[in-house]
Every structure is written in structure tokens, then in C-alpha cells.
């Protein structure tokens, strides 16, 4: 049954989905090939894939798709922020992936026919998208009979026709993959080299002791790192420095809180409709879904333990129609009323036939099968021939044991609240039920809850207020210096946005900052921002600094640089110092006493895992170790931390299972095969101007 629902209860949305497409195409075909533009001064080309257009209507139009698809894999009709952030994010890579592997499907004759498509109903070849969707969840049956007609009907129905189209187009890109990578794979394999070589370097174990003397020894002020040495070790090292354009800046927040008058008023307005509450007459239903901020209210039956601990005293004592309140709550002020106390089960057990409301006459269908089951038919044949819940149907009507929140709420009501034998008709959203109780749990009290809530919110003025000061210190701090005096005697917080991509959506804890981040891209550096708006908040910023330039700049990485170079130089003077001990001494323990450290011993280190205890990863170090005769003292060895000398001790052999290692470089070559995209790509010119639009 949910299986049919999760298509048919979108029926709505996607009507109005297709309909909205439609009319973006067209008026965006218009206007762009009229001359006009809704984007002042931007090109239609939202990006380039090795200098292949791609146009802001495709991008768009495949992204509306794909939001309909997400909301209809999540039976939700409306997406959040960061949801469609992803998504747009999602939408690019499949757009350049597709441009990206279309070419490489067409030069190796990489294709999917018609039969293909068709082998994705049968039992054995079934898509896991389609099993899934066509599989009951009680008995684990996939329904391929209920697959094939619902995609042979989709052209009779918006919604299944949408999600057959869009499904059928994910399910070929990916067998086009899926051919692709299994005719890299027939290339691979792997080499009695590759195996040989993995086995000693897991086999063979070294045994040895060391000692370190570290970079620290040395003080960093008495090593001296010129300017020019920073530059001509960057300039070796450029690619370690490559970057995309990116800002800095530094934003003040300012919350936009409401005031004490704003608190007094909302608690007003609360008090005011206690009144009409505590009114016999008030249906509270729709008093609350019409003017409470937690609207729409849904009844719903309470166990005392599941309810609010602010409320459970209040239950206790309370009588039918009591209302507590005004209290203070999640920034709100708050009523709850005692609408119901009643004595109800925990679980109830029913079967079920549903007669869809779409179909012809089916009040009279519905009455005839009531008629039926209530004169002793077989209730289990009456549903296996009749209930369009397929999920059920096959198991009589059968629903089993559920709780009053599994159900649709007037079908809940009716079995909750019938006498166990009961047969009775109910109508739902979902059409009509013939419904026969069975059996119910164990009873308990519950209550029925209705809270009316109202936000504590900022009113307009004092929104003008708060934006009043904002704009003094907008107009009064409009250069660097004063902008970051202001902070100072105001002793106000500011934060810092760091490495801000021109594609950025998210910024700290700031709400929707797309606006902030394009500005950031337009504006001059050290210039003030306008004010923003965002969320519950003003927010005012500076640009501190612009990266437009391929490489960072030698200023920004110096520091590293210099680390780097003291690490450099404080090891030629240990190595110095070091080769003159080892020439001076007969033994390991004597390096050691001279240089004022302490022999340590490692054992069972190997070269494929070159962990050394108290040392960590240690490759410079198990490597120089695998090339030392036995007991014989080594040079000494630059390391991560410092300078080692070792002696090799003895080494021994472990044992490796030669198959496991042969599929494990099997697995690790799978893996590059999936990365060959990534490789692909790094050799196409791809242009993203997804800012100009978003």
C-alpha cells in the first residue's frame, strides 16, 4: 500500500511540477532569445564543459527535476535550504559528468539497448530501485505483476509517468558506468611482481633499536631563515601552493532581538486568547490551526509518560477543558488544554479493504463489500480480490498488531476507539476502508492535548530600532581603520570568514549568506559591506583580503615555508653532529650517552605498515631499517620529528595468506577503476558560473 501511495499522494504536486516547468522553459526561452534578459549583464551560459555550453535553462530545468524526485523518495513537498544547496551541488557534478562520459561512452561504442532496458522487471535481473519499490514490506515479496503495469500505465498517470521517466534514465546512465568500469577492469590484473613484492613487505619483519634526537634540541631563534630562502623554496615547491579565488573577511553580527515590550505584547496576545479557549464554543481544532503558530493542530491520544514533564503535574490534577497557561517555552508563549481523558489500548490488530476513492461508484462498492463481510463472507477472499492495498491484500486484509500512530487518523479513530468484532466503514485520504477489528492490547489512560503557541518575535519597530543603530555604525565606519576601531570601542565580537569560494552557500552559523558571499566577490579590498539582512540578523563586513591569482601568495605561506626550512637546517646540524659521535663510538648505547638520549628498541615493524610504537607513522625510519646489515650502525636517518640512528637487531618472517593478498590489490585496483572519472576530469577545462545566477 505505501508503495502505491508514496506515487499517488504526489499526484498534486507533480501535476503542478510539470506545469511550472513548462512555463519556466517558456518564458526563459522568450526572454533569452528575444533579446532580454532577466539576468542584467550575465551571459545564459551557467558553465562550460571543455568548451561545451551549458545553458542556466538545462541546469535549471534538470534541477526542478531532481527536487520533485528527492521529494518524492522522501514523501516530503517542500525542501529545506541546505537540502536544495546540496542538490544544486548535485546537479552540477551529474551535468558535467554526463558531458564528461558521454564522449568517452561514444568513442568505445558504449551503449544500452531496448532489451537491456526491458531484463530490469524480471525476477532475476530486477533493478534494487524497482524491487524495493514494488516489494511488500510485511512479507518481502517483490510484485514484478504490479511493476509492469504500473509502468505500463504511466502515460495514463502525471506522477508514475514522472517517476518512470526519471527512474528509467537514472537506472541507464548507470549501466552505462557499469560498462564502462568493467571494460577498464578486463585490463587489470594483477602481477606475480605485484604479489611477490606485497608479500615480503608483509612477510618480512625487522626487529631494532634507535635513538632520536629531536628538532626541539635546538632553539628556532638561533637558526636564521632569510626572505630569499622562503622564496626560492616556494618557487621549487609551487604546486603545493595552487588555490582558487577566495576572500576574507571580517563581518559583524548584530541579533535582531526582540524587546521587552515585544515579550509583553505576545504574552498579551496569549492571555487574550485563553479567553476564547476556555469558551465552550470555540472548536479548538480550528482556533488553533487558524491563528496558533504550531499550526495545523492534530489530535492525538497521549500516554502520561510521553508527555512534557512542564506538563504532567498539570494532567494530573486537571478536569476535561482546564487549560494551563500562559507558560514560556522554545522562545513562545503557550496554552495547553485538557480536550479528552480516555481509556484506550496500547496496540490494536484489524484487517482491512481498501476501495480507492477514484474508483467507479466506490461508496456503493464499498457499502456492498460492508453488507458482505458483516453477513459472514469470507472476510481474507473478500480482500484478496477487492483491496487496492496490494500489501495487504495478499495476506487477507491482514494488518497485524499497530499503534494509534501507524495509521491514517480516521482509520486510527475507528479501530481505537470500535469494540473488538466490530466491522465497520470509515473514509480517508486514502479512500474507503472496510475495516474488522480484532483484537486490542492492554488499555491505559491517555490525554488529549491542544497547545496554542505564539512566538516571541521582534515587532517592526523594534526592528527599525535595531537597524537604526546598525546603519550609524554602517555610515560612521565606512574605511578599514574605523571599521576595526568601532569593534574595539564598542567592545563589540567580530568573526572572521576565511578561504570564502565563489560557490559558497554556507558562512559560519549565518542564515542564507549567499548575498554576503557575492558581495564579497564584487567588492574592492578593505571596503564595507552594505547591511544584510539574514535571518534574525543584521550583518555588516569588510573585505580583508582577495585571492584571485592561481597560486597563494609567498606572504600567506610563509610561516609554513619557514618551518619547513628550520626543519631542514636544524637536521644538517644534528646530522652534522651525529656522523661525528657515530666515528667516535663502537656502539649504539655509546651514540646515544654522547648525544644525550636514550636507546629505545622496536620490534615487529613491517614495511607495509610502518608503524613504530611511541613514534606513530614512521616510513623514513622502516625504510632505512629494511637496508641496514644486522647490527651494524646506520648514518643517520632525517625523520619526521628528528634525526634517528639505528641498528637492525634481527628481522623474522610472518605469516601471509598469498590469496587474501592477491585480492586485496584486486580490490585496491577496483578501486582506481571507480577513481578513473577523476582522472578524466583533471584534464578538462570545466567553468563554473553558477555564481551569476545563484
Not at 121 to 147: C, K, L, V, W
Not at 518 to 523: I, V, Y
Request: hydrophobic share 35%; proline share 3%.
Amino acid at each position: 500500500m505505501a508503495t502505491l501511495e508514496t506515487i499517488r499522494n504526489k499526484a498534486g504536486i507533480l501535476i503542478s511540477v510539470f506545469i511550472g516547468l513548462a512555463l519556466v522553459a517558456f518564458i526563459l526561452t522568450d526572454l533569452l532569445s528575444s533579446g532580454s534578459s532577466m539576468f542584467t549583464g550575465a551571459s545564459n551560459e551557467i558553465g562550460t564543459v571543455d568548451g561545451n555550453s551549458i545553458s542556466y535553462e538545462e541546469y535549471q530545468y534538470r534541477l526542478s527535476q531532481l527536487e520533485e524526485w528527492t521529494k518524492m523518495q522522501y514523501q516530503i513537498n517542500s525542501l529545506d535550504e541546505n537540502t536544495m544547496n546540496r542538490l544544486m551541488d548535485q546537479n552540477w557534478d551529474l551535468i558535467v559528468r554526463e558531458s564528461i562520459m558521454g564522449n568517452q561512452f561514444e568513442q568505445l561504442g558504449i551503449s544500452v539497448t531496448d532489451k537491456e532496458m526491458s531484463l530490469i522487471f524480471d525476477q532475476e535481473n530486477t533493478h534494487p530501485s524497482i524491487r524495493q519499490m514494488f516489494t511488500d514490506p510485511q512479507t518481502g515479496i517483490y510484485n514484478q505483476q504490479m511493476a509492469i503495469e504500473s509502468y505500463k500505465g504511466r502515460n495514463n498517470n502525471p506522477q508514475a509517468n514522472f517517476y518512470w521517466n526519471y527512474l528509467l534514465e537514472q537506472i541507464k546512465v548507470e549501466k552505462l558506468n557499469l560498462k564502462y568500469t568493467d571494460l577498464i577492469s578486463k585490463g587489470l590484473y594483477t602481477t606475480k611482481s605485484q604479489l611477490e613484492n606485497r608479500i615480503n613487505y608483509k612477510q618480512t619483519t625487522y626487529n631494532f633499536d634507535y635513538i632520536l634526537k629531536p628538532y626541539t634540541s635546538i632553539t628556532d631563534s638561533t637558526i636564521k631563515v632569510s626572505d630569499s630562502e622562503i622564496k626560492s623554496f616556494y618557487n621549487e615547491h609551487l604546486d603545493n601552493y595552487k588555490s582558487e579565488p577566495n576572500r576574507e573577511i571580517k563581518y559583524v553580527i548584530f541579533d535582531i532581538k526582540p524587546s521587552e515590550k515585544d515579550n509583553s505584547a505576545t504574552k498579551l496576545r496569549v492571555e487574550k486568547a485563553k479567553t476564547r479557549m476556555e469558551n465552550p464554543e470555540t472548536e479548538i481544532v480550528s482556533f488553533i490551526t487558524r491563528n496558533s503558530d504550531n499550526a495545523p493542530y492534530i489530535p492525538k491520544n497521549e500516554k502520561f509518560d510521553n508527555i512534557k514533564p512542564i506538563l504532567q503535574e498539570f494532567v494530573k490534577t486537571a478536569n476535561v477543558n482546564d487549560i494551563y497557561g500562559p507558560y514560556f517555552e522554545d522562545n513562545a508563549y503557550k496554552l495547553t488544554k485538557l480536550v479528552a481523558i480516555k481509556e484506550l489500548p496500547d496496540s490494536v490488530k484489524a484487517r482491512h479493504i481498501l476501495i480507492r476513492t477514484e474508483t467507479p461508484n466506490s461508496n456503493k462498492i464499498a457499502d456492498s463489500l460492508l453488507t458482505l463481510a458483516k453477513d459472514g463472507a469470507d472476510f481474507a477472499e473478500l480482500a484478496r480480490e477487492n483491496s487496492a492495498d496490494q500489501g495487504s491484500a495478499v495476506n487477507g486484509g491482514d494488518l497485524g498488531w499497530f499503534s494509534e500512530d501507524k495509521m491514517v487518523k480516521p482509520f486510527s479513530d475507528a479501530c481505537f476507539e470500535g469494540n473488538i468484532g466490530d466491522i465497520i466503514k470509515v473514509q480517508s485520504q486514502l479512500g474507503y476502508h472496510i475495516i474488522h477489528l480484532q483484537d486490542k492490547g492492554n488499555t491505559t489512560q491517555k490525554y488529549e492535548l491542544a497547545t496554542f503557541s505564539k512566538n516571541v518575535l521582534a515587532s517592526q519597530e523594534t526592528r527599525q530600532e535595531i537597524y537604526s543603530t546598525v546603519t550609524k555604525f554602517a555610515t560612521e565606519n565606512e574605511t578599514a581603520d574605523k571599521f576595526n576601531n568601532a569593534i574595539t570601542e564598542q567592545n563589540l565580537q567580530s568573526r572572521m570568514g576565511y578561504n570564502i569560494k565563489i560557490n559558497d552557500r554556507q558562512l559560519g552559523n549565518l542564515e542564507s549568506p549567499r548575498q554576503l558571499i557575492k558581495w564579497a566577490f564584487d567588492a574592492s579590498l578593505n571596503e564595507t559591506s552594505p547591511i544584510f539582512e539574514l535571518g534574525n540578523n543584521f550583518v555588516i563586513a569588510l573585505l580583508t583580503q582577495i585571492q584571485d591569482e592561481e597560486y597563494l601568495p609567498v606572504t600567506k605561506v610563509a610561516d609554513q615555508i619557514k618551518t619547513e626550512l628550520l626543519k631542514d637546517k636544524k637536521a644538517e646540524i644534528i646530522i652534522k653532529e651525529l656522523n661525528a659521535t657515530i666515528k667516535e663510538s663502537s656502539s649504539l648505547s655509546s651514540v646515544a650517552q654522547k648525544a644525550n638520549v636514550q636507546v629505545k628498541t622496536a620490534s615487529g615493524v613491517t614495511f607495509a605498515n610502518p608503524q613504530v610504537s611511541g613514534l606513530g607513522f614512521a616510513p623514513a625510519l622502516v625504510g632505512a631499517v629494511s637496508k641496514l646489515e644486522q647490527n651494524k650502525i646506520s648514518n643517520p636517518v632525517k625523520g619526521l620529528n628528528g634525526v634517528y640512528v639505528l641498528k637492525l637487531t634481527s628481522t623474522g618472517k610472518s605469516t601471509v595468506n598469498a590469496k587474501t593478498e592477491k585480492e586485496a590489490i584486486t580490490q585496491e585496483m577496483t578501486y582506481k577503476v571507480y577513481r578513473a572519472f577523476d582522472a578524466i576530469k583533471k584534464g578538462i577545462e570545466i567553468e563554473d558560473n553558477r555564481y551569476n545566477f545563484y
